[in-house]
């Protein structure tokens, strides 16, 4: 786990709507992430969700409406030590009425007067009717609690439980601990920047039933592009045929072939500040595809006969624009250093990543990597770990300019 990640401290605010019935999972979510968390509710998310469910997640008591000015509890004064024990603070589910009491500063129940009185981060996840959603008086107050810097989640669509159909949905818990994390994230250094992050392997097709492809899970590309975005960035994310799905925050390009791929990228490219290429792109794909799945009656071998694809790093490198920062990724199996190298020059990047695909527990379908990281002015670094910590060691070496 990431240092800035480690041993958080989480106050999750439960409010009065129907969503709080998920409030459980988060507290799950959040313990197993390593945060210890301290559950405040309303009075109206008590009627909703038991104390005793929440307090036994938690590993530790949960604090109701009625301790907060209350002859036992009230001299802990815990609308001032909770505020600032938090490194955050999550209201999920958070009501029309939460947000409106908060934007109007009050502090009639423990949960709004820890949000007066808190210096971290606030992450507000709004769930309720869609219609209430959409009220002029809610979008209002949604604007207001933005521009003084509070972080929202946009809820998801779907049925809700009055009946309705739409925008109201209180996201799943891992959306929740993704958005938390962006609000906790100590580097804004990619704020305002776009950066595009290409991830997973291509499938080039025979028939409609067979392709040629490589073991690419895309983790390695799904990491760079996280840590991009928990820095700030607006991040797209060009992502070939992967199993993939906790993709919340990033604009998702799904892609099948390197052609596609190639037209995705290169589409977007002018925009953007940072360009990461990090998918497994075949290099070579069927010179014909037979519309009809090729049978094997009667053929004893079978001649491939195979093109190449379009090389999309050094396209990039050709059109580059001032300012712009390429990042590659060479996988290789024999003299690593030096392919990689050479690689970085052929295609004009500023950065390469090398890794040994022969490396047993490292690369392709697993958790962890080694790498060493090429700079264009001959300076390199070198990372290990888990794919998420290699990550965050080439940001941060490009960021340096080291």
């Known amino acids: 786990m990431l240092n800035w990640k480690?041993?958080?401290?989480?106050?999750?605010?439960?409010?009065?709507?129907?969503?709080?019935?998920?409030?459980?999972?988060?507290?799950?979510?959040?313990?197993?992430?390593?945060?210890?968390?301290?559950?405040?509710?309303?009075?109206?998310?008590?009627?909703f969700v038991s104390p005793m469910v929440l307090s036994t997640?938690?590993?530790?008591?949960?604090?109701?409406?009625?301790?907060?000015?209350?002859?036992?509890?009230?001299?802990?004064?815990?609308h001032i030590s909770l505020a600032d024990w938090a490194d955050a603070v999550v209201v999920a589910p958070c009501t029309a009425e939460t947000l409106a009491n908060t934007v109007q500063g009050r502090g009639k129940e423990l949960l709004g007067s820890i949000l007066l009185a808190t210096g971290a981060p606030v992450l507000l996840c709004p769930a309720?009717?869609?219609?209430?959603?959409?009220?002029?008086?809610?979008?209002?107050?949604?604007?207001?609690?933005?521009?003084?810097?509070?972080?929202?989640?946009?809820?998801?669509?779907?049925?809700?439980?009055?009946?309705?159909?739409?925008?109201?949905?209180?996201?799943?818990?891992?959306?929740?601990?993704e958005e938390m994390w962006r609000a906790i994230c100590p580097d804004k250094s990619l704020e305002g920047k776009n950066v595009l992050v290409t991830a997973g392997p291509t499938h080039e097709y025979l028939d409609p039933v067979r392709f040629i492809s490589n073991p690419s899970s895309g983790k390695m590309g799904l990491a760079m592009a996280r840590a991009a975005w928990y820095r700030g960035a607006r991040v797209t994310l060009v992502l070939g045929p992967t199993g993939i799905s906790d993709l919340s925050g990033l604009e998702v390009v799904r892609v099948v072939s390197a052609l596609e791929m190639r037209d995705a990228v290169m589409s977007r490219s002018a925009e953007m500040d940072y360009v990461v290429k990090a998918a497994a792109v075949g290099d070579f794909r069927p010179a014909e595809f037979s519309s009809d799945k090729i049978k094997r009656r009667g053929v004893d071998t079978m001649k491939l006969e195979l093109v190449q694809n379009p090389d999309i790093a050094a396209a990039l490198g050709e059109r580059k624009r001032d300012g712009q920062v390429l990042i590659g990724f060479a996988a290789e199996s024999s003299d690593v250093l030096a392919n990689a190298a050479d690689k970085i020059r052929s295609k004009r990047l500023d950065y390469i990543v090398a890794n040994d695909i022969a490396a047993p527990g490292f690369g392709f379908g697993v958790d962890t990597n080694s790498v060493c990281l090429l700079g264009a002015d001959g300076g390199s670094a070198s990372f290990s770990g888990t794919k998420e910590e290699v990550a965050e060691g080439i940001w941060d070496t490009v960021l340096s300019g080291r």
């Open 6 to 47: 480690s041993d958080r401290k989480i106050v999750l605010g439960i409010t009065g709507g129907i969503a709080a019935y998920k409030s459980p999972e988060i507290v799950r979510a959040l313990v197993k992430a390593g945060c210890e968390v301290e559950v405040v509710l309303t009075e109206g998310g008590e009627r």
């Open 128 to 177: 309720m009717n869609v219609n209430m959603l959409n009220n002029a008086a809610t979008v209002h107050n949604l604007d207001i609690l933005r521009s003084r810097g509070y972080h929202v989640l946009d809820p998801d669509s779907g049925d809700l439980a009055c009946g309705y159909e739409g925008k109201g949905r209180l996201p799943a818990p891992n959306v929740i601990l």
């Open 57 to 78: 997640l938690a590993g530790r008591r949960a604090w109701r409406g009625c301790e907060f000015l209350s002859d036992d509890y009230g001299w802990r004064i815990p």
